[in-house]
RNA sequence: GGCCCGUUCGUCUAGUGGUUAGGACUCUGGCCUCUCACGCCGGCAACAGGGGUUCGAAUCCCCUACGGGUCACCA
């Protein structure tokens, strides 16, 4: 069985990085039918883990990412660390250690000074006598020396280490008697029954000291797999500066949580010339194994790409939805329909589409000054005063494009006129702008009696502009 | 600085000893056209450098350069 985790320290939202290796946690365990863990990393009381813990609840929602059993907090959890300690201490294989802090800060400038590696130098080890007075002490666990520590990583292959580089008896346990990050991780993945570890590349070298303690510890290493890192678009570091870290920030933006998702996923993982997937082509072909082996930089043009490319692939009804969460309520089957279809090949992001939907759903309040100085003049007027006219005296009843293409025809026949004379003038009629959608899909939204209030708005502020 | 990891078009990537080094995004030329988009057809653009191994290296090995990560009583 798969057993997969993804488990953040609490920093109180979930960071676009973290989504992607939950995500790739989050389907392998799926793809095998195994289980998906959500284990918070409070060992630091100082954050709020309730907060955190809801924030990514949230993000994983959207997405609709779901885990497994109840979230594990490690902050509840030190009772069953202290036992470890313990038993470690009980075993020999963990010590005391009463070295002050400023103790070891002389002896950490004193290796410097000979330009070696700053290390513990293992004082304490063997240490049988009166332990100091008014010292409150670490605990450390016996580190090998003089070996190799190996694993081989489902991403970079062999990785080896050689103890005398970098390690020391490292502390798994503070003087308060709280239990460090190497220490819990170790024993919770233990203990959640992990059989894959999918995490950041940053914990590469930690690995080492986790090795350590499962071993002190008799647990059965999972397997390890590093994904690298994602770089912001400049290729540096990300950071807060580079914007969007929270996920909740795409939603915002105006993205749909396939596009992120299919975003993220390709983003240092591929399926040969693959771009676009499903949730359940993502289930059926994600496989950590080639995930690649180097940072990538994350490029917005591509997310934008992937995110038109959902727009235009949405059932109606769901960007309609969508649209709510930008305040924008449409009334009306058919008009619903007609906006969606509309637009949906020219937004990029929710939010445009509701920018443009509602240039046409609200009359014109100002008109675009280079369209306007372009299109509009004695003879557009006299084009459009026809036009209301005509549209006015129509016999038949207008709703769809289809009847204003075919009434329009007619009119521009009538009057020896071609689309080109019309088309502009009417759209900046309608919009303010010499961009929209087709006139006719304009004009049917606007609506037949809308369509004369707002000709007549243009016809009158080109008249008093003239006067 | 020590250790570890990495390096294919600007970006995301395919490629596992023999390819005109492929695709996607961006940019760009054209077509379509009532504008803008969409769509379609085309274009620019890459194996970090140097040594080996081999009949033959983007692919294997070594060195160099560059980038990243990590070295706490943070996680």
């Known amino acids: 069985m798969i057993t997969t985790r993804f488990a953040p320290s609490p920093t109180g939202y979930l960071h676009i990085g973290g989504l992607r290796t939950a995500l790739y946690s989050?389907?392998?365990?799926?793809?095998?039918?195994?289980?998906?863990?959500?284990?918070?990393?409070?060992?630091?009381?100082?954050?709020?883990?309730?907060?955190?813990a809801k924030a990514i609840e949230e993000a994983f929602k959207w997405v609709g990412l779901t885990h497994d059993d109840e979230v594990i907090y490690q902050s509840q959890r030190f009772d069953?660390?202290?036992?470890?300690?313990?038993?470690?201490?009980?075993?020999?294989?963990?010590?005391?250690?009463?070295?002050?802090?400023?103790e070891l800060d002389t002896m950490r400038e004193a290796q410097q000074a000979k330009k070696e590696r700053p290390r513990y130098d293992g004082r304490y080890r063997d240490f049988t006598g009166t332990p100091p007075k008014g010292v409150d002490p670490v605990v450390r666990i016996k580190s090998p020396s003089n070996t190799k520590i190996e694993f081989e990583d489902g991403i970079k292959g062999v990785v080896s280490f050689n103890t005398d580089d970098i390690l020391d008896d490292f502390i798994i346990a503070r003087s308060?008697?709280?239990?460090?990050?190497?220490?819990?991780?170790?024993?919770?993945?233990?203990?959640?029954?992990?059989?894959?570890?999918?995490?950041?590349?940053?914990?590469?070298?930690?690995?080492?000291?986790?090795?350590?303690?499962?071993?002190?510890l008799g647990f059965d290493l999972p397997k390890f797999y590093h994904v690298p890192m994602i770089l912001n678009p400049q290729g540096k570091k990300l950071s807060k500066r580079d914007g969007a870290m929270d996920v909740m920030e795409y939603k915002n933006m105006g993205y749909l949580p396939e596009a992120v998702l299919n975003f993220?996923?390709?983003?240092?993982?591929?399926?040969?010339?693959?771009?676009?997937?499903?949730?359940?082509?993502?289930?059926?072909?994600?496989?950590?194994?080639?995930i690649n082996k180097s940072a990538s930089a994350y490029n917005p043009e591509k997310l934008e790409w992937l995110n038109a490319h959902y727009i235009k692939n949405s059932s109606w009804e769901r960007?309609?939805?969508?649209?709510?969460?930008?305040?924008?309520?449409?009334?009306?089957?058919?008009?619903?329909?007609?906006?969606?279809?509309?637009?949906?090949?020219?937004?990029?992001?929710?939010?445009?589409?509701?920018?443009?939907?509602?240039?046409?759903?609200?009359?014109?309040?100002?008109?675009?000054?280079?369209?306007?100085?372009k299109f509009i003049n004695q003879e557009a007027i006299e084009i459009l005063k026809k036009y209301t006219a005509f549209i006015n005296d129509y016999a038949e009843?207008?709703?769809?494009?289809?009847?204003?293409?075919?009434?329009?025809?007619?009119?521009?026949?009538?009057?020896?006129?071609?689309?080109?004379?019309?088309a502009q003038p009417i759209r900046i009629a309608m919009v303010g702008s010499a961009v929209s959608p087709s006139v006719y899909d304009v004009l049917s939204i606007v609506g037949r009696a809308d369509i004369v209030i707002r000709i007549e708005k243009l016809i009158n502020f080109y008249e008093e502009q003239n006067v």
């Open 319 to 373: 960007i309609i939805e969508e649209l709510k969460f930008f305040d924008l309520e449409i009334h009306g089957h058919d008009r619903k329909e007609l906006i969606v279809d509309s637009l949906r090949e020219r937004a990029k992001t929710i939010k445009e589409f509701a920018d443009m939907a509602r240039t046409m759903i609200e009359t014109p309040q100002s008109y675009d000054q280079k369209a306007y100085n």
């Open 397 to 422: 009843a207008l709703h769809l494009p289809s009847g204003f293409e075919k009434a329009t025809k007619q009119f521009m026949e009538q009057n020896s006129l071609k689309m080109k004379q019309l």
């Open 264 to 290: 993220l996923i390709r983003l240092g993982w591929s399926h040969g010339d693959q771009e676009i997937f499903s949730f359940s082509e993502m289930l059926e072909l994600f496989d950590p194994t080639n």
């Open 26 to 52: 989050y389907l392998w365990a799926r793809k095998n039918s195994g289980r998906f863990l959500l284990r918070i990393e409070d060992t630091d009381l100082k954050r709020n883990s309730a907060e955190a």
């Open 176 to 216: 308060d008697g709280t239990p460090t990050y190497n220490f819990v991780v170790a024993i919770d993945d233990a203990l959640m029954g992990l059989s894959d570890v999918i995490r950041g590349d940053d914990h590469l070298s930690n690995t080492p000291k986790q090795i350590v303690v499962y071993e002190a």
């Open 80 to 102: 069953l660390y202290k036992k470890y300690v313990t038993k470690l201490l009980d075993e020999g294989k963990a010590y005391y250690c009463y070295a002050s802090k400023e």
